[in-house]
């Protein structure tokens, strides 16, 4: 009887394992609900580091574009989101960031390589 039952603990262990991975998977494949296009053009994004509200819960897509006309180089990256700084982007060139706001919160989005260039996202709502 102990041996059924441990058994049957660790297939229940193995499928509550298996299932909070596939719901993991799905949250990403799923679609953004919002696209935010960000222009970094004379060290500032979209003219003037703009602070941009989210609810939580929400899917966003940034599309991040260097629109520089001179040979100056940006990145992007959002503090506390695990959106990382990547290769710097050279005018013309674009990144593009999908992510899902948490549940509340106040998150910088920097250039990496110009400090001082960046604003903040805040969360707020349901």
Same mark, same amino acid.
């Not at 596939?22 to 500032?44: A, C, H, Q």
């Not at 939580?56 to 001179?70: K, Q």
């Not at 959106?83 to 706001?101: D, H, K, N």
């Given at each position: ?11 229940? /262990?193995?499928?509550?394992? /298996?299932? /909070?991975?596939?719901?993991?998977? $799905?949250?990403?494949?799923?679609? +953004?609900?919002? *696209? ?14 703009? *602070? ?18 001179? +040979?100056? $180089? ?20 674009? %990144?593009?960031?999908?992510? *899902? ?6 998150? /910088? ?5 110009? +400090? ?9 709502? %349901?």
């Amino acid at each position: 009887m102990k041996r059924v039952t441990l058994t049957l603990v660790l297939v229940l /262990a193995l499928v509550g394992a /298996a299932l /909070a991975f596939v719901g993991r998977d $799905k949250e990403k494949n799923l679609p +953004p609900t919002r *696209t935010v296009i960000m222009s970094m053009k004379d060290y500032t994004f979209n003219d003037q580091n703009p *602070t941009l509200a989210f609810k939580p819960g929400e899917r966003v897509r940034f599309i991040i574009t260097n629109d520089e006309r001179t +040979p100056v $180089k940006h990145n992007f990256r959002i503090v506390g989101m695990d959106v990382p700084c990547e290769r710097e982007l050279s005018p013309g060139e674009s %990144r593009e960031v999908i992510v *899902t706001i948490p549940p509340s919160g106040e998150f /910088a989005y920097t250039c990496c390589t110009h +400090p001082g260039m960046g604003g903040k996202l805040v969360v707020a709502g %349901r």
